[in-house]
């Protein structure tokens, strides 16, 4: 008996030691419940979801805006004589006329989810402030109980010395010491059970106004017990206003709207566009007039022509024609399976000159900068081909 009396005065001075060195801070309920705003995430975070989808909601009004497109190049080109550049810019306005209700439903559940977060935050909002008043009337009501375990506590003292007093005169029984004594321990646990759950209330109200979980608050306010009950059909209808049934009811709606989403893109969807297009610079003009390249190319066709005349006099050959730079010499009519074309394309690759056979057609394309020179030796191969191969014509 005397140990565990021992023990239970050691717990409750340390319970008193713990309970009197602790800063005390005043706190009242609507401050409680503006520092768990502040500080609990989940609050927070709703409110920051409100600012998203109200920004959403802002930009679901763009497609309702003509969009301009604008586009622009620069480029350069260099050459043996001289840098050219070339400038494009376009510019092309567009503006839907109708697309079958599309803008309106995204408009729609825009406005629709920037609700459901706006509800969501009115949950978040209840369901804190009532977790921060039981936390806070929890606190309340354990404080009160625990001077109240403590006047228990010295009345049991009381008891138990009367008691023991009595018995020692002999007055009166052991098992009536053995009661008070049994009485004095049973009131000591209470006290320290009681400190207990005040320690985990204080740190679940710490917990949700952010504050250390074993700050001591000296809490202003009174807990009233006499709570009117509230008429059934205010009830009813104070529950159907509950955020979760607005919410379901606006998914829904947004349901209905991605329906019509869906719908839209089976039509054909009006629009505008009016487009302006710039473009300037002269890559080759600025070259073709410093190297006469024109007047070249006049000189090197009455040239070709010439060098034609003779294929005229060939017997194998059916006709001769030029355009511009373009020659064309076509063989009389021979079996295609002889291939001669080829032939005769094999022949002048041997004496290093490259034509391009089609059929029994062969065409003579040079480049603007070719020499008369070479002109002759094209020409003379292909005329020295034509007479090698005569035989393969009969």
């Known amino acids: 008996m005397f140990f565990r009396q021992k023990s239970i005065y050691i717990s409750l001075m340390v319970s008193v030691i713990f309970f009197s060195f602790q800063p005390s801070y005043a706190l009242r309920l609507d401050e409680a419940i503006s520092l768990a705003k502040e500080n609990l995430p989940s609050y927070r975070a709703s409110a ?26 620069n480029g350069r080109i260099f050459t043996s004589s001289e840098e050219f550049t070339t400038k494009s810019y376009d510019f092309t306005l567009s503006y839907t006329l109708f697309d079958w209700g599309n803008r309106k439903a995204n408009r729609d559940i825009a ?12 949950k978040n909002s209840l369901d804190l402030e009532f977790s921060v008043k039981s936390a806070f009337y929890t606190v309340t009501l354990l404080k009160d109980a625990v001077e109240q375990r403590k006047i228990q506590i010295k009345d049991a003292e009381k008891d138990y010395e009367v008691a ?55 809490l202003q306010g009174t807990f009233d017990l006499e709570v009117a009950i509230p008429d059934i059909s205010k009830l009813s209808q104070a529950a159907l206003q509950r955020p979760e049934i607005k919410q379901a009811e606006n998914s829904v709606k947004i ?11 089976f039509f054909p969807l009006f629009s505008v566009n009016a487009s302006y297009v710039k473009t300037g610079g002269d890559i080759i003009g600025a070259f073709f007039e410093e190297e006469k390249t024109i007047d ?59 034509l391009r056979p089609l059929g029994n057609t062969i065409y003579v394309m040079p480049p603007f900068v070719i020499t008369n020179d070479e002109l002759d030796t094209i020409f003379d191969v292909i005329y020295d081909a034509v007479n090698k191969l005569e035989f393969t014509f009969k």
Do not use: C, W
Request: charged share 25%.
């Open 164 to 218: 023991d007093g009595r018995y020692k005169f002999g007055v009166t029984k052991l098992s009536d010491v053995l009661q008070a004594s049994v009485r004095l321990e049973q009131a000591r646990f209470n006290l320290i059970q009681t400190e207990g759950n005040l320690k985990k209330a204080l740190s679940e109200l710490n917990s949700l106004i952010g504050r250390p979980l074993d700050t001591m608050y000296d």
């Open 111 to 122: 406005k629709l989810n920037l609700d459901i977060s706006q509800e969501d935050l009115t």
């Open 48 to 73: 920051i979801k409100i600012k998203s989808n109200s920004e959403l909601y802002n930009a679901s009004l763009s497609p309702y805006l003509p969009m301009l497109d604008a586009s622009a190049s």
């Open 296 to 354: 070249k190319n006049i000189a090197l066709n009455h040239y070709m022509k010439q060098k034609l005349e003779r294929f005229d006099r060939l017997k194998n050959v059916k006709s001769t024609r030029i355009l511009g730079m373009i020659a064309v010499v076509e063989l009389s009519d021979i079996d295609k399976e002889k291939r001669v074309g080829l032939q005769i394309s094999q022949y002048a690759l041997s004496r290093g000159v490259l």
């Open 255 to 265: 349901a209905e709207n991605n329906k019509s989403i869906i719908r839209s893109t």
